[in-house]
């Protein structure tokens, strides 16, 4: 029960301290969980890619990963409420006092500051992982973001690396066959 109450409660900082949604997370996230050792960079960039593929959110999607990879169904739960708590609660709040908060020029101020903030929080993890891209990537790296500069849907993108990633896994399997005729 400590364990999973654990997983809540950095869940839950994590969420209220992060604006800009999933990607501005991702560096709390990723330090919070190595901070508990839950999971490794590696395995956490996995979570985090099968989350992206998933349909929903991709914070609450990584800390349903993560806390189920840690304490199974409680440990799921527990990272979903701790990811989707402070949300509602800064929703339903700033739902009951913008109207008489948006009219003042401090409040527009507030939200204006924190744009270059969440900006900040999301180009960081992508500078962040791109130390783990070796030579043969970067032409696909640079393939995708001209792609989607000229506006092909990210769709496309995410199809091919799921073909991909499919016949390279079979030529794999097929290669470790050959190589280990007993299996």
């Not at 003042?104 to 960081?124: D, E, N």
């Given at each position: 029960m400590k364990e999973t109450l654990k997983i809540f409660i950095?869940?839950?900082k994590i969420g209220c301290f992060t604006f800009g949604g999933g990607y501005a997370m991702i560096l709390l996230m990723q330090r919070e969980i190595g901070r508990h050792g839950w999971v490794d960079d590696e395995e956490f960039l996995n979570y985090l890619s099968?989350?992206?593929a998933s349909p929903g959110p991709m914070a609450v999607n990584t800390a349903i990963l993560i806390g189920y990879h840690h304490r199974s169904i409680m440990g799921g739960i527990a990272?979903?409420?701790?990811?989707?708590l402070p949300s509602f609660i800064i929703l339903l709040t700033i739902a009951i006092f913008f109207r008489s908060l948006y009219q003042y020029p401090a409040t527009k101020s507030v939200f204006m500051g924190m744009r270059p903030a969440v900006v900040a929080l999301i180009l960081y993890p992508v500078f962040s992982f791109?130390?783990?891209i070796t030579g043969?990537?970067?032409?696909i790296v640079i393939a995708v973001a001209v792609g989607i500069w000229f506006g092909l849907s990210p769709v496309i993108f995410i199809v091919a690396a799921v073909v991909w990633g499919i016949l390279y896994c079979r030529h794999k399997l097929k290669q470790t066959k050959t190589?280990?005729?007993e299996d």
């Amino acid at each position: 029960m400590k364990e999973t109450l654990k997983i809540f409660i950095s869940f839950f900082k994590i969420g209220c301290f992060t604006f800009g949604g999933g990607y501005a997370m991702i560096l709390l996230m990723q330090r919070e969980i190595g901070r508990h050792g839950w999971v490794d960079d590696e395995e956490f960039l996995n979570y985090l890619s099968l989350a992206q593929a998933s349909p929903g959110p991709m914070a609450v999607n990584t800390a349903i990963l993560i806390g189920y990879h840690h304490r199974s169904i409680m440990g799921g739960i527990a990272g979903f409420l701790g990811s989707v708590l402070p949300s509602f609660i800064i929703l339903l709040t700033i739902a009951i006092f913008f109207r008489s908060l948006y009219q003042y020029p401090a409040t527009k101020s507030v939200f204006m500051g924190m744009r270059p903030a969440v900006v900040a929080l999301i180009l960081y993890p992508v500078f962040s992982f791109s130390k783990n891209i070796t030579g043969k990537e970067i032409p696909i790296v640079i393939a995708v973001a001209v792609g989607i500069w000229f506006g092909l849907s990210p769709v496309i993108f995410i199809v091919a690396a799921v073909v991909w990633g499919i016949l390279y896994c079979r030529h794999k399997l097929k290669q470790t066959k050959t190589t280990n005729p007993e299996d």
